[in-house]
T-cell receptor, first 109, second 115 residues
Framework: TQLLEQSPQFLSIQEGENLTVYCNSS?????LQWYRQEPGEGPVLLVT?????EVKKLKRLTFQFGDARKDSSLHITAAQPGDTGLYLC?????????FGKGTMLLVSP | EPEVTQTPSHQVTQMGQEVILRCVPI?????FYWYRQILGQKVEFLVS????????KSEIFDDQFSVERPDGSNFTLKIRSTKLEDSAMYFC?????????????FGDGTRLSIL
């Protein structure tokens, strides 16, 4: 069974701070997807990383896939209250996604 | 932007009853999925469906569960005899191609409460 561990589980910061959340596994994934989930809604895809070492930027969000394709990180610069939510990483198999438990981020004004 | 829609948003059912959860995937998508999320736990894969057949299923997807695409637009999950532990959010998702290379688009879920 492939497992994804996300850390920290919960993060509470002030507006304007930077933060990094991590997604680690002992398994190699062909690709890894990051989602954000808000209460009462389904996960919304942020990015897919495919190549080991790949870095993708989405405005203030920077995603990195580890060289060995076992881990990934999400860095947010100058966090805003609108970034509040549950951030999920998911490893992609042929037709499945294996999710981590997520990092709950709270950004206070 | 096209989206996956799920109905109902909340379903309350007595234990032992059958429930059918409905989903309308994005129209040009070929792969369909069901996931569940028990309160406070992670999103768990249940089943994937392609070309009118189950592609993969997890250990959770036992004989009590079935999926169907009864027409060209709906994709349903049936739980034959519900148990208390079936209480969860159930998410439907769809993608143009398999998960390996394509993002999955999720609906907002059906909250299933078993009494």
């Amino acid at each position: 069974t492939q497992l994804l561990e996300q850390s920290p589980q919960f993060l509470s910061i002030q507006e304007g701070e930077n933060l990094t959340v991590y997604c680690n596994s002992s398994s190699v994934f062909s690709s890894l997807q990051w989602y954000r989930q808000e209460p009462g809604e389904g996960p919304v895809l942020l990015v897919t990383v495919v190549t080991g070492g790949e870095v993708k930027k989405l405005k203030r969000l920077t995603f990195q896939f580890g060289d060995a394709r076992k881990d990934s990180s999400l860095h947010i610069t100058a966090a805003q209250p609108g970034d509040t939510g549950l951030y999920l990483c998911a490893g992609a198999g042929y037709s499945t996604l294996t999710f981590g438990k997520g990092t709950m981020l709270l950004v206070s004004p | 932007e096209p989206e996956v829609t799920q109905t109902p948003s909340h379903q309350v059912t007595q234990m032992g009853q059958e429930v059918i959860l409905r989903c309308v995937p994005i129209s040009n998508h070929l792969y369909f999925y069901w996931y569940r999320q028990i309160l406070g736990q992670k999103v768990e894969f249940l089943v994937s469906f392609y070309n009118n057949e189950i592609s993969e299923k997890s250990e959770i997807f036992d004989d009590q569960f079935s999926v169907e695409r009864p027409d060209g637009s709906n994709f349903t999950l049936k739980i034959r005899s519900t148990k208390l532990e079936d209480s969860a959010m159930y998410f439907c998702a769809s993608s143009e191609w398999q998960a390996l290379s394509q993002p999955q688009h999720f609906g907002d879920g059906t909250r299933l409460s078993i009494l």
